[in-house]
């Protein structure tokens, strides 16, 4: 029986593979002993893990904690890190957790994991390590501009396990990822943040001239992409893991107004973002050539996601009053 580490398992990625996995949702590995490592930091929860609350052992914990890790990754057969700080605005205000834990972190799970002589590593990171791109789309081995302290720190982690590989043959692969959303995302990202601002009659804040476009992606395709490379993927490789709808800002607005039905008054325009990336967009060529390919349309999977968040406001109200005591 395959023995699987996941950190950051409690956030909103990494718990959707988690709830995946021990559901059988993933044919090659219907029996697995996992282990879900979080610090349980705001983004952390683990009510994202009720529905397989019993299923796993949980070991709350920090990955640049180096002593905990080298008790806890010794007999995993493959470790995948999904802990990371993640939100861009956060880390325009305050950098300096996101270099600790995307940039240190990283490099203390990676020498943990040789410690261990794990036999696979997953590193998931992101599209912003490459900055923004006019037209086209980024091969992977496009060079790395990344524009926030954000992506430049998932850059630094990236770098770090890419590293690992080629100095000391860590078995490590790199995935990357555009815009993901569905159920369970904190209610701070963009979607979730919009649809239950308008439940409760709010305004939503459009950056700029709304002009800026994302690759969006199911957390459910991410998930199976990050699957098909713990099961194919080569050791110091990088696999792109595309979306199914490149939309503008602007155009994504008009969807979630429309299908809330919501009119444009309900739309707050606000100053840019700080060096906001105006474009993102990944060819994943080479993830298809081992059996990937995107499943959920953003057509279907928008409307899925509106309905969860309408129907479990007991999830999202919470951690939205949280948040705003902590303001």
């Not at 590593?121 to 992977?140: C, H, L, P, R």
């Not at 790395?144 to 430049?152: F, Q």
């Not at 692969?173 to 701070?188: A, F, K």
């Amino acid at each position: 029986m395959k023995r699987i580490l996941v950190t950051g398992g409690a956030g909103f990625i990494g718990s959707h593979y988690v709830r995946t996995l021990l559901s059988g949702g993933y044919v090659a590995w219907p029996e697995v002993e996992l282990t879900v490592l979080d610090k349980l930091t705001y983004a952390g929860n683990l009510a994202n893990l009720e529905p397989v609350q019993d299923r796993f052992e949980f070991v709350h914990g920090d990955i640049c904690d180096a002593g905990l890790l080298a008790d806890c990754i010794p007999g995993h057969d493959l470790v995948i890190n999904f802990a990371a700080e993640s939100h861009v605005d956060r880390s325009i205000a305050s950098a300096g957790e996101f270099v600790r834990t995307n940039v240190l972190g990283t490099q203390t799970l990676m020498q943990a994991c040789l410690d261990a002589g794990t036999p696979k590593v997953v590193q998931v990171s992101t599209d912003e390590v490459y900055g923004t791109i006019d037209s086209g789309s980024w091969a992977e081995d496009a060079p790395l501009a990344p524009n926030s302290p954000y992506s430049a720190a998932k850059a630094g982690g990236d770098l770090l396990a890419r590293a690992y590989a080629t100095t000391h043959g860590l078995p490590v692969s790199i995935t990357r990822c555009g815009n993901n959303y569905g159920p369970y995302q904190y209610p701070e990202k963009v979607i979730p943040l919009f649809v239950t601002n308008l439940m409760e009659g709010r305004r939503v804040p459009l950056y700029g001239d709304g002009g800026n476009v994302r690759d969006w992606i199911h957390v459910d395709d991410h998930c199976r992409g990050i699957q098909t490379v713990a099961e194919h993927g080569e050791p110091g490789e990088i696999y792109h893991i595309a979306g199914t709808a490149e939309l503008t800002n602007l155009d994504l607005t008009k969807r979630i107004l429309a299908a809330l039905e919501a009119d444009w008054d309900s739309v707050e325009p606000v100053p840019d973002r700080k060096g906001h990336d105006r474009r993102y967009s990944l060819s994943d060529v080479k993830l298809r050539a081992l059996g990937y390919a995107p499943r959920v349309s953003f057509e279907a999977g928008l409307a899925e996601t509106i309905r969860w968040y309408t129907d479990r406001r007991d999830w999202w109200e919470p951690l939205r009053k949280r948040s705003e005591d902590d303001c």
